[in-house]
């Protein structure tokens, strides 16, 4: 991009301005939602639970992260009512998909409808 005139350092500089606006803003109305935050959120678990909900559906697709977090979230409310060790359950799900499809869900079902119309 720096070749055609574009100056690349601004975009990314744009990019991040923007999409740190929007969490603080998204960390803001959270506070607001629920009148009570506590240090629990900074937890690494949480970081790590986000991080999962990425790579879960898709980190190259801009529909994969919400059906990750949608999947985890779902999840984590189906195990936790049944044991309190529900990280547990998210570590295997990570294993999983990073065996079997390490381009996410989103990827890996673009992967199956390729081959369906491939043979």
Not at 26 to 40: E, I, K, Q, T, W
Not at 46 to 68: F, H, K, Q
Request: aromatic share 12%; with cysteine; hydrophobic share 55%.
């Amino acid at each position: 991009m720096l070749a055609l005139g574009y100056n690349v350092w601004r975009y990314k500089l744009v990019a991040f301005v923007l999409a740190a606006t929007f969490a603080g803003l998204a960390g803001c109305l959270y506070v607001y939602y629920n009148r009570f935050v506590s240090p629990d959120y900074l937890h690494v678990a949480r970081s790590a639970e986000v991080l999962l909900m990425v790579i879960l559906g898709g980190a190259g697709t801009l529909i994969g992260p919400a059906i990750g977090a949608a999947l985890i979230v779902l999840l984590q409310n189906i195990v936790s009512g049944y044991t309190e060790r529900w990280l547990i359950v998210l570590g295997v799900v990570y294993v999983l998909v990073a065996l079997l499809a390490p381009r996410g869900l989103v990827g890996f079902v673009g992967d199956l409808h390729a081959k369906k119309a491939g043979s």
